[in-house]
């Protein structure tokens, strides 16, 4: 009988200790996975707060605005599921102060700078980081429009702005490249260039007749185009090779847009 009650203290100790190593191992699992969640709304918020950063410069209407504020809302709070203590106490602060923000902005009238006033940053380093925010802009819509947050006509009326400022953007980047080629010799490169710039251009005038940010730029790139020509006459039949050089970082940036 003795050695029957041992084996069965044996066995109920071997139970016990798979039993404990299984509701450990499905603790581990819940912590891990309420970390992953953290650290995945967190990288939603610095990224939606670093957008938000340059939106001056991007001429974003207080439409977008509110889109950004409202997706770091959501992120602040699915991060407060997980969080207690301080962190649910901070998260709590700026959880309030935004739903402030987000209450005022709201019951504004709405604020859509005409995209014809928009003006390229002088600063390259800014027309970079401007392009990034762009695209990450685009993006950020694209998503909450697909979770169903944001207002179709907006979704439609903001992507079409988005737009827009990237043809711009490019059309910049074009002629100013188009002018270094030509300086450089390069008459092909850079003829190709403009021509390219024209015909983005035109596209563009067809939709916004009466801009005038886009008939100086016409004008522009037909005058750099009379340059070029004249230049590339004057060069004689012996014109330079033309060197094809990598695409700059404005145009790894700034990709052909892609049919949705």
């Known amino acids: 009988m003795s050695l029957i009650f041992i084996l069965l203290l044996i066995g109920a100790l071997l139970l016990l200790i798979i039993g404990y190593s299984i509701v450990q191992q499905q603790k581990e699992r819940a912590e891990a ?5 953290i650290a995945r709304q967190k990288a939603i918020i610095d990224e939606t707060e670093a957008v938000l950063a340059n939106t001056g410069i991007a001429s974003c209407s207080s439409h977008i605005i509110l889109v950004l504020y ?37 019951g504004s009238p709405p604020q859509v700078p005409p995209v014809e006033n928009f003006r390229l940053p002088d600063n390259d380093k800014q027309v970079l980081e401007l392009v990034r925010t762009l695209k990450k802009l685009k993006a950020i819509l694209r998503a909450e429009h697909n979770k169903g947050k944001v207002d179709p006509a907006i979704f439609s009326t903001e992507e079409s702005r988005i737009d827009s400022l990237q043809q711009r953007i490019n059309v910049e980047s074009m002629i100013t490249r188009a002018r270094a080629a030509c300086y450089m010799k390069q008459y092909g490169s850079s003829k190709q260039m403009v021509t390219k710039a024209l015909s983005t251009l035109h596209l563009i005038k067809a ?54």
């Open 33 to 37: 996975e309420r970390r992953q969640e």
């Open 207 to 260: 939709q916004t007749p009466n801009d005038p940010f886009i008939s100086r730029k016409v004008d522009e790139a037909k005058q750099l185009l009379d340059e070029i020509m004249g230049a590339q006459k004057s060069a004689g039949p012996s014109s330079p090779k033309q060197n094809k050089s990598d695409d700059d970082d404005l145009d790894m940036l700034f990709q052909p847009k892609k049919k949705w």
């Open 70 to 106: 409202k997706r770091i809302q959501d992120a602040i709070q699915q991060s407060m599921t997980f969080a207690s203590g301080q962190i649910l106490a901070d998260y709590q602060r700026r959880l309030s102060d935004l739903t402030a923000q987000i209450n005022t902005l709201a």
